[in-house]
T-cell receptor
Framework: SQKIEQNSEALNIQEGKTATLTCNYTNYSPAYLQWYRQDPGRGPVFLLLIRENEKEKRKERLKVTFDTTLKQSLFHITASQPADSATYLCALVSPGNQGGKLIFGQGTELSVKP | EPEVTQTPSHQVTQMGQEVILRCVPISNHLYFYWYRQILGQKVEFLVSFYNNEISEKSEIFDDQFSVERPDGSNFTLKIRSTKLEDSAMYFC?????????????FGPGTRLTVL
């Protein structure tokens, strides 16, 4: 069956360090993979999208990699700040799905301590 | 910056009652979605809507659910006879005409509590 797995345990890091979050998927061949941020009681907020033919994407302190051989995406936040504390979701869009339905992982909670 | 809005923020209802959750998508967007998130679980797709009809729906979206875009600005989700297991956060999302890579913008959600 199709699965998307993210680190189930919360990630606790010190301010200034790099946070690395993992998203693994099985039995998908996604055309695109997206990362969202979700704060408690709020809707997901889009951060980055990476296509299957892209290895890496950057935006300010954020970096996403996409390895279709390993079926894995890594999400990095460099120079992390307490304000980065949130749950981070990865989401897939399957190829051929013109409607753009997003399939989400369960999310990884990040806590950045000052 | 334009945003998706949802009302109410919290809806409490008795089992078996009908509820309507309302959303105002971003004004020039063409694709509309409903997702839900049961407490502590992942965000799940319910339905997508384009050109005034459902383009895709999940197994969750059974005959008890319906969507409508009644007036060109609102987008509603109706649950005809609520069950306890319908208790969740319901998120509306919309995206423009830039294809599937276009960002989906999510609303703040409606927390539905079924007693």
């Amino acid at each position: 069956s199709q699965k998307i797995e993210q680190n189930s345990e919360a990630l606790n890091i010190q301010e200034g360090k790099t946070a690395t979050l993992t998203c693994n998927y099985t039995n998908y061949s996604p055309a695109y993979l997206q990362w969202y941020r979700q704060d408690p009681g709020r809707g997901p907020v889009f951060l980055l999208l990476i296509r299957e033919n892209e290895k890496e994407k950057r935006k300010e302190r954020l970096k996403v990699t996409f390895d279709t051989t390993l079926k894995q995406s890594l999400f990095h936040i460099t120079a992390s700040q307490p304000a980065d504390s949130a749950t981070y979701l990865c989401a897939l869009v399957s190829p051929g799905n013109q409607g753009g339905k997003l399939i989400f992982g369960q999310g990884t909670e990040l806590s950045v301590k000052p | 910056e334009p945003e998706v809005t949802q009302t109410p923020s919290h809806q409490v209802t008795q089992m078996g009652q009908e509820v309507i959750l309302r959303c105002v998508p971003i004004s020039n967007h063409l694709y509309f979605y409903w997702y839900r998130q049961i407490l502590g679980q992942k965000v799940e797709f319910l339905v997508s809507f384009y050109n005034n009809e459902i383009s895709e729906k999940s197994e969750i979206f059974d005959d008890q659910f319906s969507v409508e875009r009644p007036d060109g600005s609102n987008f509603t989700l109706k649950i005809r006879s609520t069950k306890l297991e319908d208790s969740a956060m319901y998120f509306c999302a919309s995206r423009g005409w830039g294809g599937v890579t276009d960002t989906q913008y999510f609303g703040p959600g409606t927390r539905l509590t079924v007693l």
